[in-house]
């Protein structure tokens, strides 16, 4: 099992950068892909980001603007969100699959943090 925490959320003016961390515990040892979701007020939960071996794949609505990078050392990935719009407001979790490979449907996640609130606004 994993175990996943999220961390750095707050409040961003738009056009502002914020990075979210996901620390990682558990049965580190056998590898696993991150992916992150979000999920807006009233609206249904969303891929962000999903990392695997391979690479990362994101979502169309924040390509060019949000990258993934990754420290092993300290079982930790982070979420490098720039150019932030008030339509990224959300609360941000990270998740993990039982398998290594990677998806942005939300369903073949096993593991999940709790999240953390992204808001953007002036």
């Known amino acids: 099992q994993l175990q996943l925490v999220e961390s750095g959320g707050g409040l961003v003016q738009p056009g502002g950068s914020l990075r979210l961390s996901c620390a990682v515990s558990?049965?580190?040892?056998?590898?696993?892909?991150i992916g992150w979701f979000r999920q807006a007020p009233g609206k249904e939960r969303e891929g962000v980001s999903c990392?695997?071996?391979?690479?990362?794949n994101y979502a169309d609505s924040v390509k060019g603007r949000f990258t993934v990078s990754r420290d092993s050392a300290k079982n930790t990935v982070y979420l490098h969100m720039n150019s932030l719009k008030p339509g990224d407001t959300a609360v941000y979790y990270c998740?993990?699959?039982?398998?290594?490979?990677?998806?942005?449907?939300?369903?073949?996640?096993?593991?999940w943090g709790k999240g953390a609130l992204v808001t953007v606004s002036s």
């Open positions: 998740a993990s699959p039982e398998s290594s490979w990677c998806t942005l449907n939300p369903k073949g996640m096993d593991y």
């Open positions: 990392t695997a071996k391979l690479g990362t």
């Open positions: 558990g049965a580190t040892s056998r590898g696993y892909s």
